[in-house]
């Protein structure tokens, strides 16, 4: 958790994210860029990401919120006001007197460029478009699905992406997030924090779902299920 909460502080400053490198689409001294007002409006995501953990700019009219995500699955948030001054200075206040000013750029793709004058470096952050790629169907494991090795033991998977989770003892609710042949866990599945999601392969065949994956120690588990009639 204390890992986990250490990177997501860094959001808390645009620079702390930004990588040196040289130029490649624009920069702070693009003299030809000029805000229209709407551009940066909409969903972002760092260019360079991984599932395990990658980052979501929403941009509206006054606000940018700011999701980190793995797997598919929300594990902070947070959201700030912003101005932009003159035509690529973007001014970002994220409470308690804290602001944060970057010069922006708006390229081809479209690409939103965020830069930063630190040390008499330039460093920049690129930014695409965020297209939804979890969570885009799970209509094949919606429903309730009971244990082969125990049948107190039961997942029931709704549409609306929470698993009910039923044992002998325990009845709690946590998110899921699927992709593809993947299923994702919140880390309140564990320990009760959202540390890390748990992921998991998952294969459906007829009436039977099967989790594979591997446990704490590292071994290999794999669990079938039943639908439920």
Known sequence: MKKFLAIFLT????????????????????EDYVYD??????????SKYSDEYYQVYEITEDEITLTAYSYGLVMQEITADYTVEGDNTLVVSWGDGYTDR???????????????????????????????????NNADIVGTWVSDDNASDTFTFKSNYTLLVEGQFDIYTVPYAIKDNTLAISG??????????????????GDKLTLTGTNEDGNNIAITFTRSK
């Open 188 to 205: 309140e599945f564990v320990d009760g924090f959202k540390e890390e999601a748990n992921v998991l392969s998952y294969k459906i065949e």
């Open 102 to 136: 970057n010069d922006f750029s708006i390229a081809k793709g479209p690409v939103f460029v965020l830069t930063q004058v630190v040390d008499s470096s330039t460093n920049e952050m690129e930014l695409v478009p965020y297209d939804l790629t979890w969570n885009t």
């Open 37 to 46: 007002g709407t551009s940066l409006i909409g969903k972002w995501r760092e």
């Open 11 to 30: 959001v808390l400053s645009f620079a702390l994210l930004l990588c040196a490198c040289g130029d490649r689409y624009v920069s702070k001294y693009d």
